[in-house]
């Protein structure tokens, strides 16, 4: 279960309930960040991802 089923569209930055856009057709993501837990399994991919598409 998801925290919630509000979803935003990358291209037309439009919020939606499906996994595609009604309008434009994109790919939409959840808007709201990942909870913040120190035992964090997956912080070392998350800062390699942002490491690799800063530069």
């Known amino acids: ?3 919630t ?3 935003r569209c990358s291209p037309c930055r439009r919020y939606t309930l499906g996994e595609t ?3 434009c057709g994109g790919a939409t993501f959840m808007p709201i960040p990942a909870k913040y837990s120190p035992s964090d399994k997956y912080g070392e991919y998350r800062r390699r991802l942002k490491k690799e ?3």
């Open 1 to 3: 279960m998801t925290k």
């Open 5 to 7: 089923l509000l979803r």
């Open 21 to 23: 856009c009604p309008v």
């Open 53 to 55: 598409m800063s530069g």
